[in-house]
């Protein structure tokens, strides 16, 4: 028989093995076998899945990469409130923070060494740096344009 793993917040892993039933003083009791492995092996499966993730899913890699919502927030160059309710399912997530949290999850968490992370971190802070420079906006006869 197997076992249906909720501890990993998702609801649809289940175990057909490396696991070991126990009785306690408190009731029955799981061990499993190389937790680690087997968020690995759920980390892998969901970075490689096809469609959107699920917004169970989404929060599973988060907490995989060891990131709040507010340091992936600002990774990927969203609010904060943005991961929080696509984690909720409150709003719909779109593609490219989905595949950016893709790409970042499997570095951080198969300790790949492409440095998505550094390059997510060095591209916000390019775009924080430009919009805080001084734009200067002109009218001609036809239109507003940013000043060359």
């Not at 009731?27 to 190389?34: A, E, K, L, R, V």
């Not at 690995?40 to 890699?61: H, N, Q, T, V, Y």
């Not at 990927?76 to 950016?100: F, N, Y």
Request: hydrophobic share 40%; charged share 30%.
């Amino acid at each position: 028989m197997a076992y249906h793993y909720t501890l990993s917040g998702l609801d649809n892993i289940w175990l057909e093995n490396g696991y070991t039933e126990h009785d306690t003083d408190y009731g029955p009791s799981i061990s499993i076998t190389d937790v680690d492995g087997l968020h690995l092996a759920i980390s892998w499966d969901l970075i490689r899945k096809k469609g959107a993730l699920l917004p169970k899913e989404l929060r599973f890699l988060r907490k995989q990469a060891d990131c709040s919502q507010k340091q992936l927030a600002n990774l990927l160059c969203v609010s904060e409130q943005k991961i929080a309710r696509a984690e909720r399912g409150d709003q719909m997530h779109d593609v490219p923070t989905e595949a950016a949290l893709r790409l970042l999850a499997l570095e951080l968490i198969l300790n790949d060494k492409s440095e998505i992370k550094s390059i997510l971190e060095r591209v916000n802070s390019q775009i924080d740096e430009d919009y805080q420079q001084r734009r200067l906006i002109v009218a001609d006869d036809k239109r507003w344009k940013l000043a060359a």
